[in-house]
């Protein structure tokens, strides 16, 4: 094949995430490659996944196991297959000394203390739509390591805030399964082509609309919310905004981030601090939003300035377009003062 036929074919198929990863890093001469051999190792558990996700009701990989996650949240059997391969590949790459997962209550070491790097991940969120055959994900967060190489992690290695990631991402198994994320220099997605057995690049530096018609909230606590929150959504019914809400938080992140909108998981009566977890869903996805030029907030600051206490620590999540974020933490902090928003 010529030269000049092999570019054609690169332009039909488009650029591929091997190839997108080599030519970023190729960008940066004192790079020497261990982190994109660790987004490589993600993509490869990513394809995986996606094969065990869509065969799922052949052998009988949908339903429950049983059993509950240090969450005390019922364990689907995909939940436990995604964290399997997911720490198989992080073990193997050989890039990662320690890992946290939603999965398991403490640090996992890979027993490779010269690993440059830790991972804080949620192997497959939404879990629990599998029967159902709704779009999941999984969330991941990477961070360089503080402790002498050479030495075992520990603690400090993941409690370095979520200004400190180096890279963050998600992937997302739906209609299509797209792998999603950013180094800190703009975000891209990239579209999984079947018949290549590749990701292909399919969206460039993706932003985020500064406003949208949007908003994902889980309407059945409504009465639980602050009383500012439910203004905030009496208004957005009267405003005309569409309410899309999927229980997936990758799915509804994705759609709002490419459409416009805003996510809200905020806290209830029941749950003060709030639902999701900061390290390894709130993080990731706040750096992603600020990457796309949105914003992230737990109602009274930028989910990206909370200082970490504890590795499965919760916080409530607002997330999406940076006007309507805005409106939020505005009325929330009327809340503080003592104020309800007519």
Request: glycine share 10%.
């Given at each position: 094949?010529?030269?000049?036929?092999?570019?054609?074919?690169?332009?039909?198929?488009g650029?591929?995430?091997d190839?997108?990863?080599?030519?970023?890093?190729?960008?940066?001469?004192?790079?020497?490659?261990?982190?994109?051999?660790?987004?490589?190792?993600?993509?490869?558990?990513?394809?995986?996944?996606?094969?065990?996700?869509?065969?799922?009701?052949?052998?009988?990989?949908?339903?429950?196991?049983?059993?509950?996650?240090?969450?005390?949240?019922?364990?689907?059997?995909?939940?436990?297959?995604?964290?399997i391969?997911?720490l198989?590949?992080?073990q193997?790459?050989?890039?990662?000394?320690?890992?946290?997962?939603?999965?398991?209550?403490?640090?996992?070491?890979?027993?490779?203390?010269?690993?440059?790097?830790?991972?804080?991940?949620?192997?497959?969120?939404?879990?629990?739509?599998?029967?159902?055959?709704?779009?999941?994900?999984?969330?991941?967060?990477?961070?360089?390591?503080?402790?002498?190489i050479?030495?075992?992690?520990?603690?400090?290695?993941?409690?370095?805030?979520?200004?400190?990631?180096?890279?963050?991402?998600?992937?997302?198994?739906?209609?299509s399964?797209?792998?999603?994320?950013?180094?800190?220099?703009?975000?891209?997605?990239?579209?999984?082509?079947?018949s290549?057995?590749?990701?292909?690049?399919?969206?460039?530096?993706?932003?985020?609309?500064?406003?949208?018609?949007?908003?994902?909230?889980?309407?059945?606590?409504?009465?639980?919310y602050?009383?500012?929150?439910?203004?905030?959504?009496?208004?957005?019914?009267?405003?005309?905004?569409?309410?899309r809400y999927i229980?997936?938080?990758?799915?509804?992140?994705?759609?709002?981030?490419l459409?416009?909108?805003?996510?809200?998981?905020?806290?209830?009566?029941?749950?003060?601090?709030?639902?999701?977890?900061?390290?390894?869903?709130?993080?990731?996805?706040?750096?992603?939003?600020?990457?796309m030029?949105?914003?992230?907030?737990?109602?009274?600051?930028?989910?990206?300035?909370?200082v970490?206490?504890?590795?499965?620590?919760?916080?409530?999540?607002?997330?999406?377009?940076?006007?309507?974020?805005?409106?939020?933490?505005?009325?929330?902090?009327?809340?503080?003062?003592?104020?309800?928003?007519?």
């Amino acid at each position: 094949m010529t030269k000049k036929s092999v570019q054609e074919l690169a332009v039909l198929i488009g650029t591929t995430l091997d190839r997108f990863i080599h030519q970023e890093q190729s960008a940066f001469p004192y790079a020497t490659g261990e982190l994109s051999h660790l987004l490589r190792d993600i993509a490869l558990a990513g394809k995986i996944i996606n094969r065990e996700v869509n065969r799922a009701g052949l052998v009988d990989l949908s339903g429950a196991m049983g059993q509950s996650n240090v969450q005390g949240e019922c364990q689907q059997k995909l939940d436990v297959i995604a964290n399997i391969r997911f720490l198989r590949a992080l073990q193997r790459g050989g890039e990662v000394c320690a890992i946290i997962s939603e999965e398991d209550e403490g640090i996992i070491y890979t027993n490779n203390d010269n690993g440059k790097y830790v991972v804080a991940i949620d192997p497959l969120d939404g879990s629990s739509n599998i029967d159902v055959n709704v779009s999941i994900g999984t969330i991941f967060s990477i961070y360089r390591r503080v402790t002498p190489i050479g030495t075992q992690a520990n603690m400090s290695d993941f409690m370095q805030g979520g200004r400190k990631q180096v890279a963050a991402g998600y992937i997302l198994y739906g209609s299509s399964t797209m792998l999603v994320y950013s180094t800190g220099s703009g975000v891209n997605a990239f579209t999984y082509e079947y018949s290549l057995g590749e990701y292909i690049l399919s969206h460039r530096n993706l932003r985020c609309p500064e406003d949208g018609g949007i908003y994902s909230i889980n309407d059945a606590y409504f009465e639980q919310y602050d009383p500012n929150i439910q203004a905030y959504l009496v208004n957005s019914r009267k405003r005309g905004l569409t309410a899309r809400y999927i229980g997936s938080l990758v799915g509804d992140f994705h759609r709002n981030s490419l459409k416009g909108g805003i996510y809200l998981y905020p806290a209830t009566e029941k749950a003060a601090c709030g639902k999701l977890r900061l390290l390894y869903e709130c993080y990731p996805l706040a750096f992603l939003a600020e990457q796309m030029g949105g914003s992230a907030s737990d109602g009274q600051q930028p989910i990206l300035d909370i200082v970490p206490q504890n590795y499965h620590q919760r916080t409530p999540f607002i997330v999406g377009s940076s006007k309507m974020v805005g409106e939020v933490v505005a009325a929330l902090k009327r809340s503080v003062t003592g104020s309800v928003e007519a």
